[in-house]
């Protein structure tokens, strides 16, 4: 399973609202298969806006959203998830009247050729297997966001979108979930990652997206990142 | 609520099931004990069916369904008139009520409900209120407000005798039927995937939307089936005294109680909070006469002092 050719993510010019107040200036970006991309900047840079616009959440939007060659325009999120988008909300997202394994077992499968089977994810997730039975949010925090990854890898998406998946947790934990980016990453999967851990990014990232007050200020590739880092966050106020 | 009064009255009047209210005479306070918890059950059942469909329609859809007392109102009066026109009585009236009122329900959410859920939740909530006040009032005009006769179905209109201890038949009948209906609903709820669906919209339906899930698919159905169940409290309770049009009014106000109590959104919440408030108001109705429904609201304050989701809620279902 390697990079499909035309499976792109391209926002074009996209812009978003609460309400009167604007959250998302015209921010044009993209991730080529297979590709590792994050958002980089500070609280309310309108990080989550973007990803939560990407997945069809926030509906105040203007501008374009395509994915694999489809517009996605007003459909819902439902039919995004469906055609591959996997969400991992900064919440993690896990329902506690839910089991471990039906937490897991919920969303529907988008692609069978893509999809881990419940034995994979068990094998590579132990803990999940161990825990099966219980209520999804009665696990630690790293485990639930294990799940929460390993919910949509059960999908077959083909596109991540990771909300601060290391946030509150420890660095041994952090370091799993860079190994299971990377693991992804092979498959032929693209993420979109938004992380306040610029270090973390780092060790992930193929591009970074420097963004500041709703609008894309840089966009630089890793080594370029990594060579100015503290220069570029002191630009972002970080 | 300007008719307060009357309307309690008719309710307090209304339940034959205050008829195992005589004092205990063979001094044996365990057989009092006993009868009231019976009644408690049964009560409870009522309370616990209704509060079930109010869950399941507040999680999936995200409306709080004012009307669900006068859906209650409509399946007990569609009993009687079922009973009046064709003779079919209450065996009949069961299935055939439950039938009608999912498909009321799922008439209401097309016709109505569906155009408002975009907006303030408030929109949906005045629309059912509004629907409450045209519905009781079409019932008042058409068969009046004196009510209508039920009587208890043949074969359950007795009593069942256990040493000291005498119950009503169906009494028993309709607390072990309401919890048998609780139990097959919490079975497809935990082991069917539609019950898995909507367990996980009734929690966070914008999550299941990310994940794949077309709630919007679920949205007829689940309402219908929330009505069907409080129709269904409804013909259940017909038996039990005068079935008036203002039955459903005092009802739906004990009901918020039981979904306050039970945690909102919450429908293992519902079913517990049901029959904790149904026992509440038989020990208060057989040791404290007319402050029966104090304790309830008593029960409602101490829960929202000490858990404010409520026994069952979480803290995001409550913000």
């Known amino acids: 399973m390697t990079p499909v050719p035309g499976e792109i993510l391209e926002v074009d010019g996209l812009s978003a609202w609460y309400g009167e107040a604007r959250v998302l200036t015209d921010v044009n970006l993209r991730v080529a298969p297979g590709e590792v991309v994050t958002l980089v900047g500070r609280n309310g840079a309108g990080k989550t806006t973007l990803l939560r616009s990407v997945m069809g959440l926030h509906r105040q939007v203007e501008g374009s959203v395509s994915w694999a060659g489809q517009v996605l325009g007003r459909s819902s999120a439902d039919k995004r998830a469906k055609a591959g988008i996997g969400w991992v909300p900064d919440d993690r997202g896990i329902y506690a009247t839910l089991s471990v394994q039906e937490n897991l077992l919920l969303p529907p499968i988008t692609s069978k050729a893509d999809a881990w089977s419940l034995e994979r994810v068990y094998e590579q997730f132990p803990v999940l297997q161990e825990r099966r039975d219980f209520p999804g949010t009665k696990l630690s925090g790293g485990e639930q966001q294990m799940l929460a990854i390993a919910r949509v890898l059960r999908t077959g998406s083909r596109l991540l979108l990771l909300d601060e998946p290391s946030e509150g947790l420890a660095p041994v934990i952090v370091q799993q979930i860079g190994d299971i980016i990377r693991q992804i990453k092979d498959q032929g999967v693209s993420v979109l990652l938004v992380e306040q851990n610029v270090k973390f990014a780092a060790t992930v990232a193929d591009r970074h997206y420097l963004l500041a007050q709703g609008r894309v200020v840089e966009s630089r590739d890793n080594d370029s990142f990594q060579s100015r880092t503290s220069e570029l966050l002191e630009y972002l106020g970080m | ?319």
């Open chain 2, 1 to 319: 609520m300007p008719p307060a009064r009357p309307e309690r009255a008719a309710y307090r009047a209304g339940p034959k099931l205050e008829n195992n209210r005589t004092a205990p005479t063979t001094g044996s306070h365990m057989t009092a004990f006993i009868q009231y918890t019976l009644q408690g059950l049964a009560l409870g059942g009522f309370y616990a069916l209704a509060a079930l469909g109010l869950a399941v329609i507040f999680g999936v859809l995200g409306v709080v369904n004012f009307s669900h007392g006068a859906c209650y109102m409509l399946g007990a009066v569609g009993a009687a008139v079922l009973l009046d026109a064709t003779g079919l009585g209450f065996w009949w009236a069961l299935p055939l009520m439950t039938i009608a009122m999912f498909l009321f329900g799922v008439l209401m959410e097309r016709l109505l409900v569906q155009w408002l859920l975009r907006l303030d939740p408030l929109y949906n909530f005045l629309l059912t209120f509004g629907l409450t006040l045209l519905l009781v009032d079409v019932v008042k005009r058409k068969y009046g407000v004196s009510g209508l006769p039920y009587p208890l179905p043949a074969g359950l209109d007795g009593r069942i005798t256990l040493g000291a201890v005498s119950l009503s038949t169906y009494q028993v009948f309709a607390a072990v039927f309401s919890i048998s209906v609780c139990l097959a609903v919490w079975l497809v709820l935990t082991k069917t995937r539609v019950g898995m669906i909507v367990r996980a919209s009734t929690e966070d339906a914008e999550r299941s939307r990310a994940l794949g899930i077309n709630v919007s698919r679920w949205v007829t159905p689940v309402f219908g089936f929330g009505i069907a169940l409080a129709g269904l409290a409804g013909v259940l309770r017909a038996p039990t005294g005068s079935v008036t049009a203002d039955m459903g009014s005092f009802f739906i106000i004990i009901l918020f109680a039981v979904v306050v109590i039970g945690g909102l959104g919450s429908i293992l919440g519902a079913v517990v909070a049901g029959f904790l408030v149904g026992l509440v108001e038989a020990y208060g109705q057989g040791y404290a006469g007319r402050f029966s429904q104090v304790f309830i609201f008593m029960l409602m304050a101490l829960v929202i002092l000490v858990r404010p989701s409520g026994l069952f809620g979480r803290e995001e279902a409550a913000s």
